[in-house]
Each structure stands twice: as C-alpha cells, then as structure tokens.
C-alpha cells in the first residue's frame, strides 16, 4: 500500500526558511516520480516541484525556482522540500504525490500547513 506523510510545515516570517519531509512507503523512487503541490486558499492546486529518476534533475515552477529544492534521501525513502526566502504568496497547504508520470498525482499525503507572515 502506497503511503504518503508529509512534515515540517509551520508558520515563519517572510524571508525565512522551511524544510518539509515527505515520508513514503509501499514503493521506491525508481517506480513513481514524486511531487510536491500546493493550494492556497481559493486557488487552484499548483505544482510546485517534483522529480522523475527518469529526468535526473527535479523541476520548478517559476514561482519557487531559485529559492525551493526537492531532495531525496533513497536510504529513507523520504524525499524533502527546502524552502528558503520565503514570501506571504508561498502561504497554502502543501502535499506531496507519487504517480507514473511527474505531476500526475497518483497517490497523495494529507498535507501540511505552511503560513508566511509578512
């Protein structure tokens, strides 16, 4: 069974830094790509960032490149989101989502909270 649980969000002020964990059983890295999302309140869900071992790099969206990293730690089969200068429109929920292709979002955590006060 594929489990997906993410931590590590929070509130923080802008400009500072949140790590997010995404915990993941039930499958490896090799056989799913996996993605981070995020859904600030009405708005629509937004890829963030996510990683295929068939690309060999993960991928941004503009919003967040420069300041977000995707990790993995394959030992842990956690993958992680580094988020740094952190700004008021990164406030939403975010969740992490394992699926065959790169945003397909097969499999989903229950999200974590992340606030940025201004």
């Known amino acids: 069974e594929v489990q997906l649980v993410e931590s590590g969000g929070g509130l923080v002020q802008a400009g500072g830094s949140l790590r997010l964990s995404c915990a993941a059983s039930?499958?490896?890295?090799?056989?799913?790509?996996i993605a981070w999302f995020r859904q600030a309140p009405g708005k629509r869900r937004e890829g963030v960032s996510c990683f295929s071992s068939s690309d060999g790099s993960p991928r941004y969206a503009d919003s967040v490149k420069g300041r977000f990293t995707l990790s993995i730690n394959n030992a842990k089969n956690t993958v992680y989101l580094q988020m740094n200068s952190l700004k008021p429109e990164d406030t939403a929920v975010y969740y992490c989502?394992?699926?065959?292709?790169?945003?397909?979002?097969?499999?989903w955590g229950q999200g974590t909270q992340v606030t940025v006060s201004s």
């Open positions: 989502a394992a699926g065959l292709l790169c945003w397909s979002g097969d499999y």
């Open positions: 039930g499958f490896t890295f090799d056989d799913y790509a």
